[in-house]
C-alpha cells in the first residue's frame, strides 16, 4: 500500500470512527427525555453485559484478520488469504451463536446478580431487566461474522466499506431507538421495561444494516479481489510454491496477536461490569433505597458517561493511527523520530482533553441541565464534577495501549489493565459506600492511575523515551485551563444569578455562553503564546484572524 493510500485510509477510518462515536454519544440526551434515568440504568444493565460478551465472541479476530490478510497479499499467498477469510467466517458465526446462547440463558442469573428483587418497590423489576439483556443478545449471533468482513477489506487497504457500514449501522440503530421507544411510551402508552427491551434490540437491526452494506462491497469488489488474485498467482506461480501454513497453525499466531489488543480495549467495559454487579448494593449500604440507586446508576452508568466520553473521542480516533508510524520508527531504529511522533500525540491529547474536561467539571450542573432532564441535576452534575476529569485518564490510557502495541509490548497492556481492575474491584464499593455515587468515578480514576503508571514506564523504558518535555507541556495546558476555568466561573456564576435558574432555556443561556468565554479564553491564550501553533502546526494560523496570531 503507497503512502497516499495509507493517509487516505487513516483520513476515512477516523472520520468514520469520530461519526460514530459522536453519534453513539448525542442520541442519549434525546433517549434519556424519553426513558428516564430508570430507562437509561435498565439500558445499561443490557448493554454492558453484551460488550463483553460481543468482545470475548470474537477475542480481536477481526483486527488480527485485517493484519494477516495485509500480510499474506504482501507475500502473495493468496490462497491463505482465501482460507483464512473463509474460515474466519465460520469461527465467527460459531462463536457468535455461543455467545449468544450463553448470554440469553444466563440472562436471568445477571439480572438477579444487578437487582435484589426483595427491594424492589414497583419500577424496575427483574423481569425487565431479563428482558432487555435477551433483546441485545440477538445481535450477537451477527456481529461477529459482519466485523470480520470489514477486517478482510481492510486488510486490503480499502477503507471505505468498513467505514460506511460503521455509520449506516449506527444512523439505523438510533433511528430504531428513537423512534420505537417515543411509540411505544409516548403513542401506544406501553412499559418502560418493554421500551427498554425493544431499544437494545436495535444492535441488532443495525447491525442488519451493516451487514447489508459490506455484502454489497463485497459482491462489487471482493470477487473482483479474488479473481485478481488468482490472475496474479497463475502468472506468477513461482511466489506461492512456498510451505503454506495449516489453519491451526495460522490461528494460533492470530490469537497470539489479537488477543492483548482485545483484552485492553475491553477496559471501559470492564470497569462498567464492575459498577454493574456493585453500585446497586454500595449505594444500599450507603443508605440510599434500591429505586434511587437505580436512578444514580442511570445519570453515572449512561448519561454522564456519554458527556465524559465526549473529549476522548479524538484519542480513540488518534490510537487506531499512530500504530503503523510509530511501530516504523521503532522498528527502524529511528529514535529522534520516535521521540517526536510519541511527544506529539501527547500534545495533543493533552491540548484538547484538559480544557475539555476542566469545562465540564466548571458546568457540571448547566451542561446537565442543558442537555438532559433539570430535575434531575441534584443526581447527575456532583457525579459529573467527579467523573469529568476521568477522561483525560481514559484517552491517555487508549493512547499509551496504542503505543505498546507499536512498541509490541501488548502484554504491558494487558497486566496494566488487570491491575487497574483489581483495585477499581477492591476499592468500588468501599468508596461508593463513603461517598455515595461520587465514590465510582474516585475508584475508577485509581484503576486508571496505576494501569497508565505502569504503562508509561514501558514507553519510557522500551522506547527509550523521556516525557520531560510532555510534562512541561502539560503543565502549561494546565495552567491555560485553570485560567480558562476562573474566567467560565465568573461568567457562570453572573448569569445563574440573572437568569435563576428556572427553565430549560436558563440552562441553556449559561451553558452556552459559558462555553464561549471557555473558548475564546483558551485559544486565545494558547494563540498568543505560540502553544497552538506548536501543538496542531502553523497551518491554524490560516483558520484564525490576523490579529490573534502570535
Do not use: C
Not at 477475542?59 to 482465501?82: C, E, H, Q
Amino acid at each position: 500500500m503507497s503512502d497516499q493510500q495509507l493517509l487516505r485510509g487513516t483520513a476515512i477510518m477516523t472520520a468514520a470512527i469520530f461519526a460514530s462515536k459522536i453519534l453513539g454519544i448525542i442520541y442519549i440526551f434525546p433517549f434519556q427525555a424519553i426513558v428516564g434515568l430508570e430507562g437509561l440504568a435498565l439500558y445499561t444493565y443490557g448493554y454492558t453485559p453484551y460488550t463483553i460478551f460481543l468482545s470475548l465472541s470474537t477475542l480481536g479476530i477481526p483486527i488480527a484478520i485485517s493484519k494477516f490478510v495485509s500480510k499474506y497479499n504482501t507475500l502473495g499467498d493468496y490462497d491463505t488469504i482465501r482460507r483464512l477469510f473463509r474460515s474466519g467466517l465460520v469461527v465467527m458465526t460459531l462463536t457468535g451463536i455461543a455467545a449468544f446462547l450463553m448470554l440469553f440463558f444466563l440472562a436471568e442469573p445477571i439480572a438477579k446478580q444487578i437487582l435484589n428483587p426483595d427491594e424492589l418497590e414497583g419500577g424496575t423489576s427483574v423481569a425487565d431487566a431479563v428482558f432487555t439483556i435477551r433483546m441485545v443478545s440477538v445481535a450477537l449471533i451477527i456481529i461477529p461474522v459482519m466485523s470480520s468482513i470489514r477486517g478482510y477489506f481492510q486488510g486490503f487497504g480499502m477503507m471505505g466499506p468498513t467505514a460506511i457500514s460503521q455509520v449506516i449501522e449506527q444512523l439505523i440503530r438510533i433511528t430504531f431507538i428513537l423512534i420505537l421507544t417515543w411509540l411505544i411510551i409516548d403513542i401506544w402508552g406501553g412499559e418502560l421495561g418493554t421500551a427498554v427491551g425493544f431499544a437494545t434490540f436495535g444492535a441488532f437491526v443495525g447491525a442488519l444494516g451493516s451487514f447489508a452494506v459490506l455484502t454489497y462491497f463485497y459482491r462489487r469488489t471482493g470477487q473482483f479481489l479474488n479473481d485478481q488474485n488468482v490472475e496474479k498467482q497463475q502468472i506468477h506461480p513461482e511466489q506461492t510454491k512456498r510451505e503454506q501454513k495449516s489453519l491451526p497453525e495460522i490461528y494460533k499466531e492470530l490469537i497470539a496477536y489479537a488477543l492483548p489488543i482485545s483484552l485492553v480495549g475491553l477496559a471501559i467495559p470492564l470497569y462498567q461490569m464492575i459498577d454493574l454487579f456493585t453500585f446497586n448494593d454500595a449505594m444500599m449500604a450507603a443508605g440510599f433505597t434500591q429505586a434511587e440507586a437505580i436512578n444514580y446508576f442511570g445519570a453515572y452508568g449512561q448519561a454522564v458517561h456519554k458527556l465524559v466520553l465526549i473529549p476522548v473521542t479524538i484519542a480513540t480516533a488518534m490510537s487506531l493511527t499512530i500504530i503503523p508510524t510509530v511501530t516504523s520508527a521503532f522498528t527502524s531504529g529511528d529514535g529522534s523520530k520516535l521521540q517526536g511522533q510519541i511527544t506529539q500525540i501527547f500534545q495533543v491529547i493533552f491540548f484538547f482533553t484538559v480544557p475539555a474536561a476542566v469545562g465540564l467539571m466548571v458546568l457540571a450542573a448547566p451542561a446537565y441541565g442543558t442537555l438532559y432532564s433539570i430535575e434531575d441535576v441534584h443526581i447527575g452534575a456532583p457525579i459529573l464534577q467527579f467523573y469529568a476529569p476521568v477522561a483525560i485518564l481514559f484517552a491517555v490510557f487508549a493512547v499509551t495501549a496504542a503505543l505498546l502495541q507499536g512498541l509490541n509490548r501488548q502484554k504491558i497492556a494487558v497486566l496494566a489493565l488487570l491491575i487497574g481492575i483489581l483495585a477499581k474491584l477492591v476499592l468500588n464499593i468501599p468508596l461508593i459506600t463513603w461517598f455515595g455515587a461520587t465514590g465510582a468515578p474516585m475508584a475508577t480514576a485509581i484503576g486508571y492511575v496505576l494501569a497508565i503508571a505502569l504503562m508509561l514506564w514501558s514507553v519510557a523504558h522500551f522506547a527509550r523515551f523521556d516525557f520531560t518535555s510532555v510534562w512541561k507541556r502539560f503543565v502549561l495546558i494546565t495552567m491555560f485551563a485553570a485560567v480558562m476555568a476562573a474566567g467560565v466561573l465568573i461568567v457562570r456564576v453572573l448569569l445563574e444569578a440573572l437568569t435563576g435558574m428556572d427553565t430549560k432555556m436558563d440552562y441553556v443561556l449559561v451553558t452556552v455562553l459559558s462555553v464561549i468565554t471557555g473558548v475564546v479564553i483558551y485559544f486565545g491564550l494558547t494563540l498568543q503564546t505560540g502553544l497552538a501553533q506548536r501543538v496542531l502546526g502553523h497551518r491554524i494560523n490560516r483558520l484564525i484572524p490576523r490579529r490573534f496570531r502570535s
